[in-house]
């Protein structure tokens, strides 16, 4: 399985570049990859909408031919632990390359989020970026662990 996280996002704290690079390194094993691709923000728009068209042109070029394309929104399904794994075990059966999207402040363009084949909410509450995408990466982590039955993750 391979896995690509495209961030917008400036410059992260060192903090979350430390737990991103622990992620990471328990995830790229064996059989998976993940890696993360960061887009910087655009802010040379008052209007909202124009920076995040500007994002999601800068996120499709990044984006393998044929990957399944995960957007991470706070109106997107809510999956447990365990769905989440299974979700991922299903999608990759038929995807070599599955592309996670975390948008910018403003969000994702519609248009981005009409190509995306799953729409994922990791929770109710509204969370920085930068904690996003540690979040991600540890459920990526724990969907690997349950899906090979370790410890990590228990019920």
Known sequence: MRLTIINIANKMPSWVESACEEYLKRINYGKYSCKIISIKAEKNHKIALENMALEAKKIKTQIPQGAFIIILDEKGVQLNSVDFAKK????????????????????????????AHL?????????????????????????????????YHRE
Request: aromatic share 6%; no cysteine; net charge negative.
């Open 119 to 151: 729409i994922v909410s990791i929770s109710l509450f509204t969370f920085p970026h930068a904690l996003v995408r540690i979040v991600i990466l540890e459920q990526l982590y724990r969907a690997i662990t349950i899906l090979e039955n370790h410890p």
């Open 88 to 115: 991922l075990e299903y999608i990759e059966l038929n995807n070599q390359n599955i592309v996670l999207v975390i948008g910018g402040a403003d969000g994702i363009h519609e248009e981005l989020k009409k190509q």
